[in-house]
């Protein structure tokens, strides 16, 4: 099963973090991996500043990465959320960066190509 290391980078603005539940989906050219909760037991995930890494193990190989699907979910109220960027380093061990830089306020799905 292919694992990739997945990298997020939230901003040092004020109130750039979040409590809120955060999703990934990964997109290859030979498939889409399931939606993941980016979350570490214990920790204190996307505090402003912080540079956060995750492992996403897929049920089979994904191809060329082409873009990356985030989702931010309401934990308590609603809490905005600066993302500076996404990295995902495939199973090959290439390096792929997602740009965001941006406030991400809604529960809705953002969608980051390869920058």
């Known amino acids: 099963m292919p694992s990739y290391t997945v990298t997020v980078a939230t901003g040092s603005q004020w109130f750039a973090g979040t409590d809120d539940y955060v999703y990934l989906s ?5 498939g ?13 995930d996307f505090e402003r500043g912080a ?10 190989d994904l191809g060329e990465i082409q873009l990356i699907k985030i989702e931010k979910r309401k934990y308590w109220y609603q809490d905005d ?16 960066e997602f740009p965001c830089y941006r406030w991400i ?4 799905e953002i969608v980051l190509r390869d920058g």
Request: some cysteine; aromatic content about 14%; glycine content about 4%.
């Open 32 to 44: 889409c991996s399931e939606r993941h909760l980016l979350d570490k037991p214990f920790y204190n």
């Open 81 to 96: 959320w600066y993302l500076k960027y996404i990295t995902v380093k495939t199973p090959m061990g290439d390096y792929l």
């Open 26 to 30: 990964l997109e290859g050219a030979a």
């Open 51 to 60: 540079v956060d890494s995750y492992d996403v193990t897929v049920e089979e």
């Open 105 to 108: 306020t809604d529960e809705k």
